[in-house]
């Protein structure tokens, strides 16, 4: 089973991602804690991107799409993925079209976490990771970012019939019913 989880900045992608990848056994891709792990090791890849990071812009499409496609090329993908943070531009959602028909093999749900804008800022202030892009000047960065150069990769994927909505407020594991009962 490949999945996007899809959604703004402070929808709760990483926090379903996990649960869905304990629930199904099936491993979670977050492109985010890629680079925040590269940026903490001091990595060429993480010297690349911390400005970006930093300033809450996106990293560029190539260097994304060759660091996902080398990943999901790794064994314990074969079986199935869930995407967390990718793709983020149109550009990247059209490169991994690509990849997976090269590889025969198709997306079965692309899972959007619908949360009002206020929710947004209010979450990420309050969850207090300690992350240097949770200030409230660049999560509005971010949230930006999002509207103008993600949302259309929404409408890319409505086009394949795969978008499935879900209301992204309430308790966790309210959300994470409705997940399954979803993709179920
Ligand atoms: P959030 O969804 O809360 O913004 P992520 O962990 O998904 O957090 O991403 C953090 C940052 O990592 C982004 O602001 C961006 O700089 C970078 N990033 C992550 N994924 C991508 C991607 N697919 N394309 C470009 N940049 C990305």
Do not use: C
Not at 41 to 49: E, P, S
Not at 59 to 85: M, N, Q, S
């Amino acid at each position: 089973m490949r999945i996007i989880i899809f959604g703004p900045p402070g929808a709760g992608k990483g926090t379903q991602a996990k649960l869905l990848s304990d629930a199904y056994n099936i491993p979670h891709l977050s492109t985010g804690e890629i680079f925040r792990t590269a940026i903490k090791n001091k990595t060429d890849l993480g010297k690349k991107v911390t400005s970006i990071l930093d300033a809450g812009e996106l990293v560029p499409d190539e260097i994304v799409v060759a660091l996902v496609k080398e990943e999901l090329k790794k064994e314990k993908y074969h079986d199935g993925y869930i995407l967390d943070g990718f793709p983020r531009t149109v550009a990247q959602a059209k490169a991994y079209d690509n990849f997976l028909k090269e590889q025969g093999k198709s997306l079965y749900a692309f899972i959007l976490l619908r949360v009002p804008q206020k929710e947004l800022i209010d979450r990420i202030l309050s969850r207090g990771e300690g992350r240097s892009d949770d200030s409230e000047e660049k999560i509005k960065t971010r949230l930006e970012v999002y509207w103008n150069e993600t949302l259309p990769v929404q409408e890319h994927y409505q086009e394949q019939g795969l978008v499935e909505e879900i209301d992204g407020v309430g308790s966790v594991e309210d959300i994470f019913s409705r997940i399954k009962s979803t993709l179920e």
